[in-house]
């Protein structure tokens, strides 16, 4: 798992980074509105700890911002202003989930893995993306309604990043989608299925672009 930490403060960070990293996390940090902005607009995360006071601003801005590339990384609102309408603002806002500092690691542990849980229940049968909508039960595209004809990998590759998108899919994930365990996979047939697929989307007009991130994997978002 890997976590986006907006937190100004060293001490409240270094602490919770330590934390996560006992617990196999990965976390990256931001200091400001702006650095998150750009960090978290990546996609790379499994989940956002954002704090409000900021020195450029109130972290909560950043959520819409999330929302509207349609990035559904859950969001963990961590304030020191844990009055209920601050509660209530960060919720409205698109938060996931709202935790009041100081707070006890297990808390914050137990809330992560409730939004994941709750992400994770959530999954519709079909999900949208641009003007592409796919059907992870009958592994199906569709972009504005006509059928999308694609080869059966590559649908499972779409399908994968489907079900994660806006998020990092590694390599390692991705083969085990397309691939069967006794088959003998080329180093580059992966990137041979997301360049032909990322070529049919496009002439659809799908309105989404995989976006590859070297030696990592690749991620599914709206296109810009
Ligand atoms: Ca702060």
Redesign the pocket.
Known sequence: MRILLV???DE?ASALSAVLKSYDMLADRATSLMEAAEIMLAGAYDAILL?????DGDGISLIPKLRAKAIPTPVIVLT?RGQLSDRVTGLDTGADDYLAKPFAVEELLARLRAVWRRAADLQPDIVRLGRLSFNLNHCEAEVDGQLLELPRRELLVLQTLMRRMGRTVVRSSLEAAVYSLDEEVQSNALDTHVSRLRRKLTEAGAGVEIHGIRGVGYLLRAAS
């Open positions: 937190e100004d403060e409240m704090d409000r006071n900021l020195p020191a």
